[in-house]
Every structure is written in structure tokens, then in C-alpha cells.
């Protein structure tokens, strides 16, 4: 048992603690005998969590915005709003680069064609690396996934890489903060699993 404010034997945070070892054991099993489970838990993450987790980030009222737009973060227990928030960090990398490559299709000046077609390689490695990190989350390996800071560099290098006054701006503080967030989430869990 734990000590509690009062010295006294805190109850709640014992059972707090072993329900989230108890679900991190769940998709630990899950995940090593092929069964795919969010297992969603009837209280789900506080925002009291929530609001912790995105206390880390650049800017926390945008990390809870993208994590309360998906529809199950209310009812999620940690290890599903670590799949959750890297499949959304997923959806928006995705749409920057769809967006990118519209940019080079479009773009008729060479050297910004070029240094569009740049950012599209380095998003086309965002993608591949996100994909490692969400398998990784779904094994419950949140001390291995160390992709999420490396997409946050490769999406500066892509900006850094462009013109002053590119259009691309707005999505890659979106994608910043969305990696972020996804960062945050997973030392968060790191935190309380370890």
C-alpha cells in the first residue's frame, strides 16, 4: 500500500496503479498472442491526465483539442491513447503529405519544386517511422518508441528546408504539436508503467 497525503494507507491510488499495470499486462498478452484489443475501461482517461500529459507540450489547449477530437480518448484506458494519439499524429502527417505533393505537382519554380519534393522523401520517412512507433505502442514497447522526436526533426528539417515565406507553415506547427503530443503521451504512460 501507499502512504497518502495524511500518512495515512491511500486505497485509491493502490487500486489506480494496479488498474493501469493490470491493462499495461492486458495488451502486453494481447500483443504477444495476436490478439489486437484497445480494451477500453469504464472511466477511461481523466482530464485531470489529460491535461497533465499536454502540460509537456509547446502549447497544451491545441494537444488536448487533437486528443479529445478523436471520439473514444474519453473512454480509453493509457495504452489505447497511445495507439490513439500516434494514429492521429499518423492521420496528419498523411495529410501534409498529401499536401506537399500537391505543392511539387503545382509548383512551377524549379528550386521550390525541388525543395518540395525534398520534404515529400523526408514526410514519405515520417510515415514509415510513425508506423514502427504505433507497432511498438501496440506492444506495449513505450521505452523503445523514440520515433515520434525523430519525426518531429525530420518535419523541421522539411520546413527549414524551404522558402521563407512557404505556405507550409500552419500544417508543420500542426505536425509538431501533434507529434508532441504523441511524445508526451507515451512518457506519460512510461511514467506511470515504469
Do not use: W
Amino acid at each position: 500500500m501507499s502512504i497518502g497525503i495524511n500518512g495515512k494507507h491511500s486505497h485509491t491510488a493502490n487500486k489506480k496503479k494496479e488498474n493501469g499495470v493490470l491493462s499495461y499486462l492486458h495488451t502486453l498478452y494481447c500483443s504477444s498472442h495476436g490478439v489486437f484489443s484497445l480494451h477500453l475501461s469504464h472511466s477511461g482517461v481523466a482530464q485531470e491526465t489529460l491535461a497533465s500529459i499536454c502540460s509537456q507540450t509547446q502549447n497544451q489547449e491545441i494537444c488536448e483539442s487533437i486528443l479529445e477530437s478523436y471520439p473514444r480518448t474519453t473512454s480509453a484506458d493509457l495504452p489505447a491513447l497511445s495507439l490513439i494519439s500516434i494514429n492521429l499524429t499518423m492521420k496528419q502527417g498523411s495529410s501534409n503529405l498529401d499536401t506537399l505533393t500537391k505543392f511539387v505537382d503545382n509548383s512551377t519554380e524549379p528550386a521550390l519544386k525541388e525543395s518540395f519534393r525534398n520534404c515529400v522523401n523526408l514526410y514519405s520517412s515520417i510515415m514509415e517511422s510513425l508506423k514502427a512507433a504505433y507497432q511498438l505502442s501496440e506492444a506495449g514497447e513505450y521505452l523503445k518508441i523514440s520515433q515520434l522526436g525523430e519525426s518531429m526533426i525530420l518535419v523541421y528539417k522539411c520546413e527549414n528546408g524551404l522558402l521563407v515565406d512557404s505556405p507550409t507553415g500552419g500544417i508543420t506547427v500542426y505536425m509538431i504539436i501533434t507529434c508532441e503530443t504523441s511524445a508526451s503521451v507515451n512518457q506519460y504512460i512510461i511514467g506511470v508503467v515504469h
